[in-house]
């Protein structure tokens, strides 16, 4: 049987919220949603007046919702904050074709300036002339190491002051268990920051970073925003796969274990003696890098040497070479030649 | 009392609509029974009559997969009983599926 608002107490609830337990109506579950992302933005200060944000924009639900909130919340609370949708075209026929095309629509929409960069044009490849090189196995390891820095390089050739993406609670929440389970102790540390990479790189920030996925879902929903939603051609990213299976599960039992997760990764300390890497730039591009060379010159350099293995797995010590130009060795080459498709 | 129901059923994003060959909605109509339907006698007769392929994307055990968010006439079915909500006739049900990323 329909309940009542327990807000309002008027109109029928729509929906229970996972975080709260609360049933709420539509326009009190809009109110509360836009409120408490207004309360993430002004707690941890992500903007200031008079900034240029660009807005990672795919297409999907988290963005579409992220473009919506921020334009309305930019418009109620005077932030003063000029925004810009901000894609990255990774060349995936029927797939980011198609959502492109919801962006273009968002754009007219909520009347917000468009800039789309390409793989093709930064890199000199689509990501489906890499899929026919590298096969299916790693291809999202490419995807997201140039998705990365897609969105930074796009970000700088528009003078933006910082970047926002999407990710909403539930997503931080695998990345907290995944990187556990990888015994990633650098990225454990640093995936629940709201906001990161603040020195030399373009600010990131996370505004509904505690949003659950349910609720950005509905709310797309309910608000009938125009959004894409067909999983990518190329996706099976198992291993993520796994954690957020796990975690759907725990959420139907519990569904404050989303921010357990969240929180525990917040709160982790890191014993002083664990090493960790030390930030430095790329020889090659001056992108953040642990490393002589950041990951995507080494994948672009494999890929433009016929050599696509040469961004899997560690392969630090030829990076000097790399960097020289030089030629590996033949032996070196046959190993990173062949691929498992 | 030997009721048929008429429902509207329908498949909302990430490639939930895969499942029930590309249909994005569709009117169905319930064979009568002698007591009322359930939500958790609709998912049965979904799996046996409308799922084509890899039915466990879509059911687990005896309820959704987590992770698909039911709508009863457009409300959360987390707050009309779930699996023990009495189908009515003419009932609108929509299977969102939600998915990482974009």
Known sequence: MPIPCSSCEKKLAVLKRPKTGHSLCKDCFFWAFEEETHQTITSAKLFHQGETVGIGASGGKDSTVLAHVLKVLNERYHYGLNLILLSVDEGITGYRDDSLETVKRNQQQYDLPLKIVSYEELYGWTMDQIVKKVGLKNNCTFCGVFRRQALDRGAMMLRVDKVCTGHNADDIAETVLMNFLRGDIARLRRCTAITTGSEGAIPRCKPLKYAYEKEIVLYAYFKKLDYFSTECVYSPNAYRGYARAFLKDLESIRPSAIMAVIHSGENLSVKEDVKMPVQGTCGRCGYISSQGLCKACVLLEGLNRGLPKLGIGKHHKLHSRLLRDQPLTEREEKKLKSVDF | ?102
């Open chain 2, 1 to 102: 009392l030997n009721t048929v129901y008429g429902l509207h059923l329908g498949y909302f994003t990430g490639g939930a609509e895969l499942l029930f060959n590309g249909t994005k909605e569709q009117h169905v109509k319930l064979p009568s029974q002698s007591e009322q339907w359930d939500v958790r006698q609709l998912l049965v007769w979904i799996k046996t009559n409308l799922l084509k392929e890899r039915p466990e994307l879509f059911i687990q055990g005896d309820t959704v997969r987590p992770g698909i968010l039911v709508l009863i006439n457009e409300a959360d079915w987390e707050l009309m009983g779930q699996l023990d909500y009495k189908l009515e006739d003419r009932d609108n049900i929509v299977f969102i599926s939600t998915l990482h990323g974009g």
